[in-house]
């Protein structure tokens, strides 16, 4: 559908005022939500992170591309929830409690929930028992972590441990990310994977889901 | 001492911002990138008001405020340097809580590539606000003559290199930075979010080394402690932190 391929565009070129013209454009034809969600915005987004991943763009592109897509999502969300059509998966996400630092976790939120899943975001200074409780709560099976200062990575362990003991290890997963963190620190305190930048988060995340 | 610092102190370096959102500056940075960083430098000018305090602490006080809340790692940088330190003192910059509002609702209103090219423009200010403190409290000894011309300063923070976030208490305690308008929440992060506060360590170039072999060194992939030693010794004086130089 042309249409829908146009949408793609708008949020590929980051233009948020046509992609909202799109979005309505495509309701008042009675288009499904579903379709215009797949084939229109995360169609447009999935381009978007595949350039991102091979430096073809840079993270602004992608964060303009996120705006073009929310606001398509503006228009299109009351009709997915009237439907109660699923979006692809829930993420629970924080940075971990004693550290304020939210940008790069703020990112992972924006990119996650342009590939189209509903983002839990807990903010900042977010204690283990919050991020479990949270995760239980939405029936979310991964919580993504954050931490930039080296003094509060300890407390992503924290919350490994939690599920372990509550034994749901193997119901939710874990994946951490941030300046200081390595994949070597994620395999040392189990958690299930480490993201090493937004883009790589949101294919760990699908991986974790189940997705790909 | 309160130190009022101007825009213009504390200006970001624009290849320093865009590279910590993995933008090259080695090739031409597409226009609306060019555009964007301008939006964003702009809007700092317009929000952020930088203030900084610096206090003199005895050593032996300092090993108090450090001790904090005993939950530095038992072995750390600042830990083994301070002792061998003659001249410390604390400080704390803040650039105001109207550029981090200015982020926030950025963030909320979804003009996040904005949102973002300004929280990386704050962080770089930031950062050259502490430096501004750390450069006067040396230019201050100097001209004292308690500082000779091969002495240097470094500054460390809590949070990074095993000294705990807790350690903002005692910091606060002594420094009183409550009087620039920085507060601390109940888990010692302080606000507005774009403060930076610590311990500038002055004496003699030699005390700044340090070998690399901490246990928190080696899950840490944030490298601003080798460029800061990288330029502190220069890489005919090997690396430091053990790096190939």
New interface residues.
């Given amino acids: 559908m042309k249409v829908l391929a146009e949408l793609a565009q708008a949020v590929i070129d980051?233009n948020?005022a046509r992609a909202g013209e799109l979005t309505q454009q495509v309701i008042a034809q009675d288009v499904p939500p579903k379709t215009i969600l797949d084939d229109g915005l995360i169609a447009g987004m999935n381009v978007v992170g595949e350039r991102f991943r091979v430096h073809d763009i840079?993270?602004?592109?992608v964060?303009?591309a996120?705006?073009a897509m929310?606001?398509g999502m503006n228009h299109l969300q009351p009709l997915l929830i009237a439907e109660g059509i699923p979006l692809i998966g829930k993420v629970v996400i924080g940075t971990v409690?004693?550290?304020?630092?939210d940008?790069g976790k703020?990112?992972v939120g924006?990119m996650l929930r342009g590939a189209g899943f509903e983002v839990i975001d807990l903010g900042n200074?977010v204690s283990p028992e919050e991020m479990v409780q949270a995760a239980k709560e939405h029936g979310a099976p991964v919580i993504g972590m954050s931490a930039l200062?080296?003094?509060?990575?300890p407390v992503m362990r924290e919350v490994v441990e939690r599920l372990r003991d509550d034994k749901l290890s193997t119901d939710i997963k874990t994946i951490v990310g941030g300046?200081?963190?390595?994949q070597?620190?994620a395999d040392?305190i189990g958690a299930t994977a480490y993201g090493f930048?937004a883009a790589n988060a949101v294919d760990v995340v699908k991986r974790l889901s189940g997705l790909s | 001492m309160i130190i009022e610092l101007s825009i213009a102190d504390t200006a970001p370096d624009r290849d320093a911002v865009l590279a910590s959102l993995g933008i090259p500056t080695d090739r031409p940075v597409p226009e609306h990138i060019q555009r964007l960083y301008a939006t964003a430098s702009a809007r700092f000018k317009e929000t952020a008001t930088p203030v900084g305090i610096v206090s003199e602490i005895s050593s032996e006080d300092f090993a108090a405020v450090y001790e904090g809340e005993g939950y530095n790692e038992p072995d750390s940088v600042v830990g083994d340097v301070f002792p061998r330190t003659p001249h410390l003192a604390l400080f704390a910059a803040t650039l105001g809580a109207d550029t981090s509002r200015a982020i926030a609702a950025g963030f909320e209103s979804h003009d996040f590539a904005l949102a973002s090219m300004l929280d990386a423009v704050a962080s770089d200010s930031a950062d050259r606000a502490a430096d501004v403190l750390e450069r006067r409290y040396e230019s201050a000894l100097r001209q004292d003559g308690r500082l000779t011309e091969d002495g240097a300063a470094l500054r460390y923070s809590p949070g990074y290199c095993g000294w705990h976030t807790s350690g903002q208490k005692r910091l606060f305690g002594y420094l009183e930075p409550e009087t620039i308008g920085i507060t601390l929440t109940e888990s010692c992060l302080m606000q507005p979010l774009k403060s930076v506060s610590g311990v500038i360590l002055a004496g003699p170039r030699e005390i700044h080394r340090f070998s690399p072999n901490y246990s928190f060194c080696r899950h840490c992939e944030t490298h601003e402690c080798r460029e800061r030693l990288r330029a502190l010794f220069g890489r005919s004086h090997g690396d430091p932190h053990g790096e190939p130089s």
């Fill in positions: 980051g948020h840079f993270l602004p592109d964060l303009l996120a705006k929310y606001a409690r004693g550290d304020l630092h940008i703020n990112l924006i200074d200062l080296t003094t509060t990575m300046a200081p963190l390595t070597a620190f040392k930048d």
